[in-house]
């Protein structure tokens, strides 16, 4: 596509159940950041991908939280067990590998509502 | 690792004024790239402008212009002839080019909200 798509666009889930966010990077960005941002506030660093490199998982903040990405296509961020704090839009953006410019493109988000 | 700090949760202007938001940051690295991002209630986060830090010159696009000052490590926008469609959230980040990506590779500012008045 021509754009970073992130779906759903919004979900509404009862506390301790699953989610699984979906993003779809520009076709040719190695680079892919998850990103959280909770009400009025500003992005938290959750994960990062690039290339086949095992990726930097230093910002997530529990083990109930996983990311994966199969090569440099699609990934899928996943909560498990889900708590009412985890209530954020959950951005995903991709970019060129992390040399030069590389600007970073976002997807529109998804808002999840832990009820 | 780098930090950017943003000073002003909101900010307020007349349509039709000039606003700045201000942006510093912290790091040792000589060379690196910054840049304003804009998110509008839509939530989409769209690259305003940017600027590399080897370059003197500030970047200057349409209404949208910096001044960079390496040596304070600030990095301000101004927008010129404010319009109703410019109300949204700006972060300022910063992209290292030596880190490789991940947690130090990209860092945002905490926003600032910027309103116009009509």
């Known amino acids: 596509g021509a754009g970073v798509s992130q779906s759903p666009s919004n979900k509404v889930t009862e506390k301790g159940k699953d989610v699984e966010l979906r993003c779809d990077p520009i076709?040719?960005?190695?680079?892919l950041y998850w990103y959280r941002q909770r009400l009025g506030q500003g992005l938290e660093f959750l994960i990062y991908?690039?290339?086949?490199?095992?990726?930097?998982k230093s910002g997530l903040p529990s083990d109930r939280f996983s990311a994966e990405r199969t090569g440099e296509s699609v990934s899928t961020l996943t909560i498990q067990r889900t708590q009412q704090e985890d209530s954020a839009v959950y951005l995903c953006?991709?970019?060129?590998?992390?040399?030069?410019?590389?600007?970073?493109?976002f997807g529109q988000g998804t808002r999840l509502t832990v009820v | 690792a780098q930090t950017v700090t943003q000073s002003q949760p909101e900010m307020s202007v007349q349509e039709a004024e000039t606003v700045t938001l201000s942006c510093t940051y912290d790091?040792?690295?000589?060379?690196?790239?910054l840049f304003w991002y804009k998110q509008p209630p839509s939530r989409q986060m769209i690259l305003v402008i940017r600027?590399?830090?080897?370059?003197?010159q500030n970047a200057t696009e349409n209404r949208f212009s910096v001044n960079f000052q390496k040596a304070a490590k600030s990095f301000s926008l101004k927008i010129s002839d404010s319009q109703l469609g410019d109300a949204a959230m700006y972060f300022c980040?910063?992209?290292?080019?030596?880190?490789?990506?991940?947690?130090?590779?990209?860092?945002f500012g905490k926003g600032t909200h910027l309103i116009i008045q009509p």
């Open positions: 953006a991709s970019s060129l590998p992390p040399q030069g410019w590389a600007e970073a493109f």
């Open positions: 076709s040719g960005h190695t680079a």
């Open positions: 991908f690039q290339g086949n490199s095992a990726p930097d």
């Open positions: 790091t040792s690295e000589s060379d690196y790239y």
């Open positions: 600027q590399e830090a080897y370059k003197q």
């Open positions: 980040a910063y992209r290292s080019p030596y880190s490789g990506g991940g947690a130090d590779g990209l860092t």
